[in-house]
């Protein structure tokens, strides 16, 4: 598992499992059913995370660096 954020130090939880995309987990966007949001590629996370900034959320400084350069790990090509 990859954690970029983890709550308390920041309002985001935001990782990636072994099995899985990125996620926002305990996402303020969500609701009591779906509290998480999963996205379908480091951009989409990123837009995300932005919309967290603007919101006034506090996330890591460095995040976006990180999930663009862990983005081919996180977000693989598909095979042909």
């Known amino acids: 598992m990859t954690i970029y954020a983890r709550i308390p130090e920041y309002d985001v939880y935001v990782f990636r499992t072994e099995a899985g995309p990125v996620q926002c987990s ?3 966007f969500g609701d ?3 509290a998480y949001f999963k996205a379908e590629s480091t951009q989409e ?4 995370l ?3 900034e603007r919101k006034g959320d506090k ?3 460095a995040i ?3 999930l663009l ?3 081919a790990t996180n977000y693989p090509l598909p095979r042909k």
């Open 64 to 66: 976006y660096e990180q």
């Open 50 to 52: 932005k919309a967290h």
């Open 69 to 71: 350069k862990d983005d």
């Open 59 to 61: 996330i890591p400084g």
């Open 45 to 48: 996370m990123i837009d995300h």
């Open 32 to 34: 009591l059913l779906e």
């Open 26 to 28: 305990l996402c303020s």
